[in-house]
């Protein structure tokens, strides 16, 4: 069974870190371009960023942008969102997904109706939630 399992959600206080995982079973990521997302309360999904697993190289939104890390262990079949800095503003739910890449570069805009169709598995969520 394919799955993408997101974990590292939590309760930080405001200026605190955050390191979110998205582990994958039933398939490897070699192939994959992996991306994080995030939905605020009564707010729209919006991308965060994006690594293809095939060469590392990354993408980011404005969200978390300058805060944030995309990063891959392939031998552990993860990817991870290393937060830092974190606001209140940042708390929401965030989800990773993921595409079989056949391009250059990994796909990822803040406006989700526009990526929205290309990610094929998505996770289940990890709540993130930053105190002021």
């Known amino acids: 069974q394919v799955q993408l399992v997101e974990s590292g959600g939590g309760l930080v206080q405001s200026g605190g870190s955050l390191r979110?995982?998205?582990?994958?079973?039933?398939?490897?990521?070699?192939?994959?371009?992996?991306?994080?997302f995030r939905q605020a309360p009564g707010k729209e999904r919006e991308g965060v960023s994006?690594?293809?697993?095939?060469?590392?190289?990354?993408?980011?939104?404005?969200?978390l942008k300058g805060r944030s890390t995309i990063s891959r262990d392939s031998a552990k079949n993860?990817?991870?969102?290393?937060?830092?800095?974190?606001k209140p503003e940042d708390t929401a739910v965030y989800y990773c997904a993921g595409y079989t890449t056949v391009q250059a570069m990994c796909v990822m805009?803040?406006?989700?109706?526009?990526?929205?169709?290309?990610?094929?598995?998505?996770?289940?969520?990890?709540?993130?939630?930053?105190?002021?």
Do not use: K
């Open 109 to 132: 805009t803040e406006d989700v109706s526009v990526v929205y169709g290309i990610y094929e598995h998505w996770g289940q969520g990890t709540q993130v939630t930053v105190s002021s």
């Open 78 to 86: 993860t990817v991870y969102l290393q937060m830092n800095s974190l």
């Open 20 to 36: 979110l995982s998205c582990t994958a079973s039933g398939f490897t990521l070699d192939h994959y371009a992996i991306g994080w």
């Open 50 to 63: 994006c690594i293809d697993m095939r060469d590392g190289s990354t993408l980011y939104t404005d969200s």
